[in-house]
């Protein structure tokens, strides 16, 4: 049987890593693998994650399962932050789930547990493992434009000119902030455009959250997701907490649907958990369990927030100081827009040849599509990257 296997594509991303940690170089900068990492190139533990844990290595008397969903004060705090008073709590169905890649996989499940023949929609470009998972499933799928490559921003007259094509009962997959590859969000006006044209059309919005605080703030970024949510009478929303908590190897994630009215959420809230029970029947739970009493404790909340705000402000300020030097070394704006986009990401609109030149001669190591990840850099390895850049003519 196993002779019968054949070889899988290797993953870019994790090759690109090893082709890293393979370079001897002292100068090299990473800008490929998307997790957080602070000035001195270290993922760290948040302060209220670490209190967190303390506090639940005292009082935790049992490592029993908790239930197919989760522990249910997990489900309420994410919906919370997330959707704070957009939509009755009553509405809303949730499961917790290994990972935001979890959410997001249990979604589509979800989707195809429903009618097998909607179609979903995606950006293009996109995470590389939303359309993975869907190609995986056999789910059928189309995309819309959403990056311009001229001016790296939002290709919105294209995404529109799209989606009016879409069909009631179909999904479209859209990022809630801090679009991952490229780093242009919408906007609040072309948020409530995207409402007109999904309330129009019966289709499905399904949104991956993924970076809530890493873009304009807690607040800021949820509001096209809240926006969704108060308006649309069907929702899926795949959350994670690896970037924005910081508990990357935890597996903390939550999928949440969105029903009508109440009798069709617990119909949701069955199939959620049946589900799971198909696919790894309980969820992890400590990396929920950490989560739930962060936000459920004011004062460890403060401390996380506070963290959280330092990291965003920290990745701005590389960005205003990366477009900066660019703007020196090139004399024009055409960089300008890497102090405008949000999150970790931006998509710099090198070639592969470019990005090749780069890795070769600079060291600087990015995805073959020229995303790169922000908080790779640091005061330091900011000059270097400009010079990197400006020396290829990208």
């Known amino acids: 049987m196993l002779t019968n296997l054949k070889p899988q594509p290797a993953d870019k991303i994790l090759a690109l890593v090893q082709m890293y940690k393979d370079d001897p170089r002292e100068t090299k900068i990473d800008l490929g693998v998307g997790v957080y990492k602070n000035a001195e190139g270290v993922t760290p533990v948040m302060r209220a994650v670490k209190a967190a844990e303390r506090r639940i290595l005292e009082s935790q008397e049992t490592k029993a399962y908790t239930s197919l969903a989760g522990d249910p004060a997990f489900s309420s705090a994410m919906r919370k932050l997330i959707l704070a008073d957009s939509v009755d709590a009553g509405r809303v169905a949730a499961v917790a789930t290994p990972g ?62 799209d989606l009016k094509d879409v069909k009631s009962g179909d999904l479209v997959l859209l990022h809630g902030c801090c679009h991952n590859p490229t780093g242009a969000n919408l906007t609040a006006e072309q948020w409530d455009a995207v409402v007109e044209l999904l309330e129009r059309t019966g289709a499905v919005p399904f949104v991956d959250i993924a970076y809530q605080g890493f873009g304009d703030g807690l607040e800021e970024d949820g509001y096209g997701t809240r926006l969704l949510a108060s308006k649309l009478p069907e929702m899926i929303i795949a959350a994670s907490c690896s970037k924005n908590f910081g508990v990357y190897r935890e597996r903390t994630g939550l999928l949440m649907a969105i029903a009508p009215e109440e009798k069709s959420k617990a119909s949701a809230q069955a199939t959620l958990a049946f589900l799971n029970r198909q696919n790894y029947s309980f969820p992890p739970d400590h ?55 949000r999150g970790m990401f931006s998509r710099l609109g090198a070639t592969p040849e470019q990005v090749v030149e780069m890795r070769e001669k600079f060291a600087i190591y990015m995805v073959g599509d020229s995303r790169m990840n922000i908080a790779g850099l640091n005061e330091a390895t900011v000059p270097i990257l400009a010079d990197a850049i400006a020396a290829t003519g990208v």
């Open 100 to 161: 935001g890649t979890g959410a997001v996989r249990q979604g589509l499940e979800l989707m195809q547990y429903a009618d097998r023949a909607s179609t979903i929609w995606i950006s293009n470009p996109t995470w590389p493992n939303h359309p993975s998972i869907i190609k995986y499933l056999g789910v059928p799928m189309r995309e819309y434009r959403y990056f311009d490559s001229e001016t790296r921003g939002v290709d919105f007259a294209g995404m529109m000119d």
């Open 287 to 341: 990396g929920a369990r950490v989560v739930t009493t962060i936000l459920d404790d004011a004062e460890l909340r403060a401390d996380w927030q506070a963290e959280l705000e330092d990291v965003r402000a920290g990745m701005l300020k590389l960005r205003t100081q990366l477009a900066d030097a660019l703007r020196q070394r090139t004399n024009s704006d055409q960089f300008d827009f890497i102090a405008d986009h």
